[in-house]
C-alpha cells in the first residue's frame, strides 16, 4: 500500500468532507521553501504551511537549538516549577513586543492563546465583580476552533454546527475603506447596549477571511473606544506576528496598545506547536489576590515546554537579524510590483499587499463560496503546477517563507496570472 492509500484508511484530516475531497499528497521531505512528495515531485510552499513557517523548512539553527534542549531538559511540569528557556522566551518578548505588555502565559496553539484570552477578559471583571459577559468580534473573523475562539469566529463553515451553544459575542464590520464609521458605530453601540467585557481582533489583517486588510487609524479608533468604556482589547496576532506585516507585530503599526495580545503559528518557526497570550499588569494584578479563587484555573500539560521554548528562542533570533528583515522588504518590494501589474487586468476585481502578505481577488460569474468550485479548480490548478496555495472562495493569497527566492517567488507570480486566465 502506498503512504496515501494508508492515510485513507485510517486518518481523518482537518476541514477535510472525505467522501468528496481528493487523496491527500504525502510528503517525504522539505527544504527552505520546498516540499517533495513520494514521486519525487516539487512543490513551492506559497503559505509557509498554514503561515507557520518563515525561515523555511528542516531549517538547521532551529533544529540544533531543539537537539541541544532535548537532551538537556526536555519537559518539566510548569506548575511549580520553571525553566530557563521559559524565562528567556518572556525576556525576549518584552524587548519586541508593544511596551505595555508585561506578562506571559504558555498554552499549545493558536485557539487556545485565544481561548485563555477570552477566558482572561471574562474573569477579569468576575475578579472585580462587575457583571461583563459579552465579547465583541469583527464579521469572518477567525480565531480558531476551541470553543470561546469559535464563538469569537464569524465564517460560518466553522461554526455552524454549534449555534447556541456559545457565549455572547456581538459582532460589528470590519473597518475597511468606506466602512469606517460603521464599524465605529457598531462598536459605540454594542458597548452601549451589553455588558461588554472584552473585543477582539486579528489587527490588519484578517487572515482566513481571505486577508482582508483595513487601516491602522481605524483599529486605533476602535481601541480607544473600548478603553474609554473600560472594554479589554485583544489584539489576535496568531497569524500577523513575527515579521508578516513587515513589522515584528501588526500592533507596531497601531498608536494605541492592546490589552492582549495572542501569539502561534510562526512562534517556533513551524517546528513544535507553542503559543502565547501576553498580558498588561493591570490584567495580571486583576487576579493577584490572597484569595485562591482570583486566580487563572487554566493550565495544559505541555504548558511552556522546554523544547517548543527553544524553538521559539532561535527563531525570534532569526526573525530579527539584518538577512531576515531584509528578506522581508525584498519580498514586500516585489509583492508591490507584482500588484501594480496585474491589478488592472479585466479579470480581477482587487489586488492588496501588507508586509509579505499578497491577495488578489479574482472575478467570478456566480457567488463564490468559502469551499466553491472556483476554489476548487484553482487549488487543482496550482498544486499540478507545483505551488501550494490555497485559495479562499475566489480570493488567492502568497504567504511565503521569507527566505523564498526571487525565482520561486517568479514561479508563483507567472502560476497565478496563469490561473486568472485559466478561470
Ligand atoms: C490560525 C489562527 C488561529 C488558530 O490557531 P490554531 O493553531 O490553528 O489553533 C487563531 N487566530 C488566528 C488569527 C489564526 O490565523
Known amino acids: 500500500m502506498t503512504l496515501t492509500e494508508k492515510d485513507s484508511q485510517y486518518l481523518w484530516h482537518p476541514y477535510t468532507q472525505h467522501k468528496t475531497s481528493q487523496t491527500p499528497i504525502a510528503i517525504t521531505r522539505a527544504e527552505d521553501a520546498l516540499l517533495w512528495d513520494e514521486n519525487n515531485k516539487e512543490y513551492i510552499d506559497a503559505i509557509a504551511s498554514w503561515w507557520v513557517n518563515p525561515f523555511g523548512h528542516s531549517n538547521k539553527f532551529i533544529a540544533d537549538a531543539i537537539y541541544k534542549q532535548l537532551t538537556t531538559l526536555e ?51 468576575f475578579n472585580k465583580n462587575e457583571k461583563r459577559t459579552t465579547i465583541i468580534a469583527f464579521e469572518n473573523a477567525f480565531h480558531g476552533d476551541t470553543f ?34 460603521a464599524s465605529f458605530e457598531a462598536l459605540e453601540n454594542a458597548i452601549k447596549n ?41 489584539a489576535d496576532e496568531v497569524m500577523t506576528g513575527f515579521g508578516k506585516t513587515g513589522k515584528t507585530f501588526a500592533m507596531d503599526y497601531v498608536s494605541e496598545e492592546p490589552d492582549m495580545i495572542c501569539l502561534s503559528k510562526a512562534l517556533t518557526g513551524g517546528t513544535i506547536p507553542m503559543a502565547i497570550t501576553t498580558f498588561t499588569q493591570d490584567i495580571f494584578d486583576a487576579f493577584y489576590d490572597d484569595d485562591i479563587n482570583k486566580a487563572l484555573f487554566h493550565g495544559h500539560t505541555f504548558t511552556a515546554n522546554p523544547t517548543g521554548c527553544a524553538a521559539a528562542l532561535a527563531s525570534m533570533d532569526l526573525l530579527l537579524t539584518n538577512q531576515m528583515q531584509q528578506n522581508i522588504q525584498r519580498i514586500n518590494a516585489s509583492h508591490l510590483s507584482f500588484q501594480k501589474k496585474i491589478e488592472n487586468h479585466p479579470k480581477v476585481i482587487t489586488a492588496r499587499t501588507l508586509g509579505v502578505i499578497f491577495a488578489v481577488e479574482i472575478k467570478s460569474n456566480s457567488e463564490e463560496s468559502y469551499y466553491g468550485s472556483m476554489r476548487t479548480k484553482l487549488y487543482n490548478f496550482f498544486i499540478e503546477k507545483g505551488v501550494v496555495l490555497r485559495p479562499v472562495g475566489n480570493i488567492v493569497y502568497i504567504l511565503p517563507p521569507y527566505i523564498m527566492t ?16 485559466m478561470v
Do not use: W
Open 75 to 125: 519537559h518539566v511540569l510548569f506548575g511549580g516549577f520553571t525553566h530557563e528557556p521559559a524565562v528567556k522566551v518572556a525576556e525576549k518578548l518584552m524587548e519586541i513586543l508593544p511596551k505595555n505588555q508585561q506578562k506571559i502565559f504558555f498554552s499549545d496553539n493558536g485557539s487556545t492563546a485565544v481561548e485563555v484570552a477570552i477566558k482572561v477578559a471574562l474573569q477579569y471583571f
Open 148 to 181: 470561546a475562539a469559535m464563538a469569537a469566529s464569524g465564517i460560518s463553515f466553522y461554526t455552524q454546527a454549534f449555534q447556541g451553544m456559545f457565549i455572547d459575542v456581538v459582532r460589528i464590520p470590519v473597518p475597511v475603506k468606506g466602512l469606517e464609521q
Open 194 to 234: 451589553n455588558n461588554c467585557a472584552g473585543f477582539i481582533f486579528e489587527p490588519l489583517v484578517q487572515g482566513a477571511a481571505g486577508m482582508v486588510m483595513y487601516e491602522q487609524e481605524a483599529l486605533a479608533k476602535l481601541i480607544q473606544i473600548c478603553k474609554e468604556n473600560n472594554v479589554l482589547t485583544i
Open 406 to 421: 526571487n525565482q520561486q517567488l517568479q514561479k508563483v507570480y507567472t502560476t497565478i496570472e496563469e490561473a486568472i486566465e
